[in-house]
């Protein structure tokens, strides 16, 4: 015996509909507002985030809702990306590492104020997760706890290392990941995840942290022939130093030409196979148009230099 009441019905087809019912059979038209897993709120079919408690709504695999704040993605079995809180700063106890929480977020990456060459100027979408990115370059100092020896020319232990190769920036990373046993991975930044953290998130900023180089730069226009101590400098709008300026800094991603359309979906990443890897950011040998937000450059793999070093981002667990 159907005890549906009278005068319950679908507010888009009109059938007849028990109120607990969340979809109606008959057009798929969903009766009740979707609920964020973590906080109980009711959220709009477009969010993707809870705006109460910052909770991850979509899986960032196959695109469809979590259930559950706990579970696993009942379509494709993915866990929740982020959880419902993250600290806005991870400290690193092994190197004395800061790491600042990124955004996710969606911007338009390369030449965007049309100063750049060719592989630089198609501008396209990109979308990021959220990710963590140390404050600073590697120091000398930071480097010094896991590796044998300071490469570095230009020595002090607050300075970037420098002369270091992408593999070995590499090994450093996975030795930090097993050393600090709590389940995260380190490693370089992806050529877009460098880009959006250098941008403040995407702006449409010159250089890591405004128009003005000498405020935020060590530069051959003002370093008198060296790389300095990190921080000295101004920071960018997420609180991140030297991102242009005072070395370059190796990225994960193979370097081509034609990168820029290859990017496709959530987090892209050039891995093809290749001698040289991406870098970023600029130097202090290097002039003003070198340290600019949007400039692409590279290495081979196992070069090395004093102008060349890196910073480390982690995911979120």
């Known amino acids: 015996m159907d005890n549906t009441p009278p005068n319950v019905c679908c507010p888009a087809c009109g059938d007849p509909v028990k109120p607990n019912w969340r979809i109606c059979p008959v057009c798929e038209s969903r009766l009740q507002a979707p609920v964020c897993p973590s906080?109980?709120?009711?959220?709009?079919?477009?969010?993707?985030r809870c705006p109460e408690c910052d909770f991850r709504l979509v899986c960032p695999a196959c695109g469809n809702?979590?259930?559950?704040?706990?579970?696993?993605?009942?379509?494709?079995?993915?866990p929740p990306a982020i959880p419902q809180e993250q600290d806005p700063v991870f400290k690193d106890h092994v190197c004395g590492l800061e790491f600042v929480l990124i955004r996710g977020?969606?911007?338009q990456m390369g030449d965007t104020l049309n100063q750049g060459n060719e592989m630089e100027q198609r501008v396209h979408e990109v979308t990021l997760s959220d990710f963590y990115m140390t404050r600073f370059p590697i120091t000398q100092s930071q480097w010094r706890v896991l590796m044998?020896?300071?490469?570095?020319n230009f020595r002090h232990p607050d300075n970037p290392v420098e002369q270091v190769t992408w593999t070995e920036a590499c090994r450093y990373a996975e030795k930090l990941s097993d050393t600090t046993k709590t389940g995260v991975k380190f490693h370089l930044p992806t050529e877009s995840q460098w880009e959006y953290a250098a941008r403040g998130a995407g702006k449409d900023d010159l250089y890591a942290g405004g128009a003005d180089i000498d405020s935020v730069a060590w530069y051959e226009g003002n370093s008198h022939g060296r790389s300095h101590p990190v921080g000295q400098k101004l920071p960018n709008a997420l609180g991140l130093y030297d991102l242009s300026g005072n070395v370059w800094e190796w990225c994960q991603d193979t370097f081509h030409t034609d990168a820029y359309r290859q990017h496709k979906g959530l987090d892209p990443v050039i891995t093809t196979s290749g001698p040289d890897r991406v870098i970023r950011g600029g130097s202090w040998n290097m002039d003003a148009w070198s340290a600019r937000c949007a400039r692409r450059f590279s290495f081979r793999f196992d070069f090395v230099g004093p102008a060349l070093?890196?910073?480390?981002?982690?995911l979120p667990i």
């Open 309 to 314: 070093g890196f910073r480390l981002v982690m």
């Open 105 to 107: 977020g969606t911007f």
């Open 39 to 48: 906080y109980g709120e009711k959220l709009k079919e477009t969010w993707r």
């Open 148 to 152: 044998d020896d300071n490469p570095s």
């Open 65 to 78: 809702r979590f259930k559950d704040k706990n579970g696993v993605c009942p379509h494709c079995g993915s």
